[in-house]
């Protein structure tokens, strides 16, 4: 995929398409496309965090660890970003990711997400609703386990 083709796709991803064509081609420079087969690691709970990442095509199961081994906790799809809150706040990646069937991804660098959501209030608006999205789902999530559990107690 060229550069011309890199920056037509990223254009028509929600998050991106309110950015200006010389950033859209800067993103589409620096950032790298990256293909995973079903089942591959994209990065380990506890891994350190140097990109974020938006899926090109495909889907991502976000695992955790429980007492009876991995589970599936969620799963993210096309034009979805992940990778971010580890590099928002510095820390650990909290979640092991994993291929779900064949996925292309753009790897975007830890300083060039920095840069472009502090220089773009409506990515940085758009990254925001994302996160909300994610504790919303993550909230629904742990009403339904502890429900469970009362249920089971």
């Excluded at 830890?110 to 609703?129: C, K, P, Y």
Aim: net charge negative; charged share 20%; proline share 1%.
């Amino acid at each position: 995929m060229d550069l011309v083709q890199e920056t037509d796709l990223l254009r028509k991803i929600p998050m991106f398409a309110k950015l200006d064509a010389s950033k859209l081609k800067l993103l589409a420079f620096t950032s790298e496309m990256v293909n995973y087969q079903d089942g591959d690691i994209l990065f380990n709970l506890g891994d350190s965090a140097n990109s974020a990442y938006v899926i090109m095509q495909g889907a991502v199961d976000i695992m955790v660890e429980t007492d009876t081994g991995s589970v599936v906790a969620s799963t993210l799809e096309r034009d979805q970003l992940f990778g971010e809150m580890a590099l928002l706040n510095n820390v650990p990646r909290n979640a092991t990711l994993k291929a779900h069937g064949d996925l292309l991804v753009m790897k975007i660098s830890a300083d060039m997400f920095l840069r472009l959501i502090s220089e773009n209030a409506d990515m940085a608006l758009d990254v925001m609703r994302q996160l909300s999205a994610k504790l919303a789902k993550s909230h629904e999530l742990v009403t339904q386990l502890q429900r469970q559990l009362s249920v089971s107690s």
